[in-house]
């Protein structure tokens, strides 16, 4: 990562029916010879078939290749089937954008990202989360997409619960920022006054439009894809995933680690910014309220996972990504004092 290079895409396209415009993006874009598709499973009937017809209705020559997870083993899948191919569309939720991004950085080719959910900042930003071999998730600085395609009338028509964890993944940016100012006091970490700004402003937006955040509408749709996409700039701007993941991030990548039947990445982290304000003597309680009002899990039980597997992951979280400095310090939580917490914010 170089703290000096910024990242953005040079197109973004968010509203109803943009996806059938992807081709003449394309072309806009000076895009010329073969492209790639990834994309999953269900992901590839509701969009992916749409994106490759667009472009082969412009003569585009166009592969397409279906990925389920997001792990070292499906980037190298997909850095396989690259070939020719000059650039990669990922058109599918968190996992293939994921994918798409680390895979056409590894192949130093552009990428397109055309999501179909809601549920992570990941969108826009130059981050990807890959889960290692050795069964860790890591946040990896991939690339910015070169354009962000994102047709809200089928982000509308992904189950609610992806809309609602997009939101909690903004509303973490709270702790990641108070964590980020931390280390910036203690290790002297570089801080960015306009990154975490934006970052924060966007928390804000979302916590404030919570009442507008409802299933089905497009207008919903539209305001979390918006929040997503600054969280994503505030990260470029930023050159590290810092204004965006903190200790309430390690927590969830700790639950990742432990547990073979985690939530959605943003349920997971909104639940970590609730223990994780506490820990900061911040308004845990403003947290919690406001991931209610979006219909987001605040609770072990919400998310449906066993409460003893919360104190564990709270007592390992600070083995996560060990440089990244946060409230958590170096020694991280006892057992006792993971359990108080827990039993303090009501999420056990
Ligand atoms: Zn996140």
Avoid at 104 to 111: A, E, L
Avoid at 182 to 210: Q, V
Avoid at 256 to 283: E, F, P, W, Y
């Amino acid at each position: 990562m170089d703290s000096k290079k910024i990242q953005m895409p040079r197109t973004v396209h968010i509203g109803s029916g943009v996806i059938n415009e992807t081709g003449e993006i394309c072309r806009d874009l000076k895009i010329k010879g073969d492209l790639l598709i990834v994309t999953g499973d269900v992901t590839q009937k509701i969009a992916g078939a749409l994106v490759k017809e667009n472009l082969e209705n412009l003569d585009y020559n166009v592969s397409l290749v279906k990925i389920d997870d997001a792990t070292e083993k499906s980037v190298e899948y997909v850095e396989d089937k690259v070939e020719d191919a000059l650039l990669i569309l990922g058109v599918g939720g968190g996992k293939v954008i994921d994918v798409s991004k680390m895979a056409s950085k590894n192949k130093n080719i552009d990428f397109i990202s055309i999501p179909t959910s809601a549920a992570h900042d990941g969108i826009a930003s130059p981050l990807a989360s890959i889960k290692q071999k050795n069964q860790e998730s890591l946040s990896l600085y991939a690339q910015a997409p070169i354009g962000v395609v994102a047709d809200t009338d089928i982000i509308r028509k992904a189950p609610f619960k992806f809309l609602s964890s997009g939101c909690a993944d903004v509303i973490s940016n709270y702790t990641a920022i108070k964590d980020w100012q931390l280390a910036h006091r203690l290790r002297n970490e570089n801080y960015s006054e306009s990154a975490a700004a934006l970052s924060k402003m966007t928390a804000k937006l979302i916590i404030k439009s919570s009442d507008a955040v409802k299933k089905g509408l497009e207008e919903s749709a539209k305001l979390v894809v918006k929040s997503l996409f600054s969280s994503g700039m505030a990260i470029s701007i930023a050159g590290s995933s810092r204004p965006a993941s903190g200790s309430e991030h390690k927590f969830s990548h700790a639950l990742d680690k432990i547990t073979n039947k985690s939530a959605l990445h943003g349920h997971q982290c909104g639940v970590g910014t609730i223990m994780m304000m506490n820990l900061h003597g911040g308004d845990w309680k403003f947290i919690k309220n406001a991931l209610k009002d979006i219909n987001a899990p605040t609770t072990a039980y919400d998310l449906d996972i066993d409460p003893d597997d919360i104190i564990d992951a709270l007592t390992i979280a600070h083995e996560i990504r060990k440089e990244r400095y946060t409230i958590l310090g170096e020694g991280g939580l006892s057992k006792s004092a993971a359990k108080n917490l827990a039993i303090k914010t009501g999420v056990i």
